[in-house]
T-cell receptor
Framework: EAQVTQNPRYLITVTGKKLTVTCSQN?????MSWYRQDPGLGLRQIYY???????DKGDVPEGYKVSRKEKRNFPLILESPSPNQTSLYFC?????????????FGPGTRLTVL | AQTVTQSQPEMSVQEAETVTLSCTYD???????LFWYKQPPSRQMILVIR??????QNATENRFSVNFQKAAKSFSLKISDSQLGDTAMYFC????????????FGTGTRLTIIP
């Protein structure tokens, strides 16, 4: 089954404690992206990756890091989380080789930073 | 930069009725895609319908259809014969064809179907 998986699905942490949210897709997609969703703001892109070892900032990258060492994985790293990073996070992927016009979303990760 | 505007924060409609959700966008691109995503209480983002900007014909998926007006930069979603399972947050989104193919989302419309 084609899917994007994220772990953990729920996380409560404290300010300053480093954390990683994993994202994995089994569709061999080149393009992957992270979004955060906040009430009244819709979803906003944090970082994206066009392929292995190719990453770039989205609209709200401050406080986040990413890496793309393998095609299937695109982890989101919060080195020193702060309460304003409390949000719902989505990973997404897209097949650019086939120019398919669909992005597939993971199930979301609800993060609370105390 | 692209912007997407959904001017209806909340809507409600009786079951079996038809409802239309509005979306306008702003872009200087000529080739792009437009989408409607549904987010039920489970929080999953579910693609409802897509439209390629170069196609004049409006997209249709079962009870869901769009009214795409490229010159007016308008992209509304019509849900016919609404069902209780249609209750969800609906997001309009824009994606350009090249480069960073991020989705630019509107702020969403919360739709409630009343039994």
């Amino acid at each position: 089954e084609a899917q994007v998986t994220q772990n953990p699905r729920y996380l409560i942490t404290v300010t300053g404690k480093k954390l990683t949210v994993t994202c994995s897709q089994n569709m061999n997609h080149e393009y992957m992206s992270w979004y955060r969703q906040d009430p009244g703001l819709g979803l906003r892109q944090i970082y994206y990756s066009m392929n292995v070892e190719v990453t770039d900032k989205g609209d709200v990258p401050e406080g986040y890091k990413v890496s793309r060492k393998e095609k299937r994985n695109f982890p989101l790293i919060l080195e020193s989380p702060s309460p304003n990073q409390t949000s719902l996070y989505f990973c997404a992927s897209r097949d650019r080789e086939e120019r398919l016009d669909t992005q597939y979303f993971g199930p979301g990760t609800r993060l609370t930073v105390l | 930069a692209q912007t997407v505007t959904q001017s209806q924060p909340e809507m409600s409609v009786q079951e079996a009725e038809t409802v239309t959700l509005s979306c306008t966008y702003d872009t200087s691109e000529n080739n792009y895609y437009l989408f409607w995503y549904k987010q039920p209480p489970s929080r999953q983002m579910i693609l409802v319908i897509r439209q390629e900007a170069y196609k004049q014909q409006n997209a249709t998926e079962n009870r869901f259809s769009v009214n795409f007006q490229k010159a007016a930069k308008s992209f509304s979603l019509k849900i016919s014969d609404s069902q209780l399972g249609d209750t969800a947050m609906y997001f309009c989104a824009f994606m350009k064809n090249f480069g960073n193919e991020k989705l630019t989302f509107g702020t969403g419309t919360r739709l409630t179907i009343i039994p």
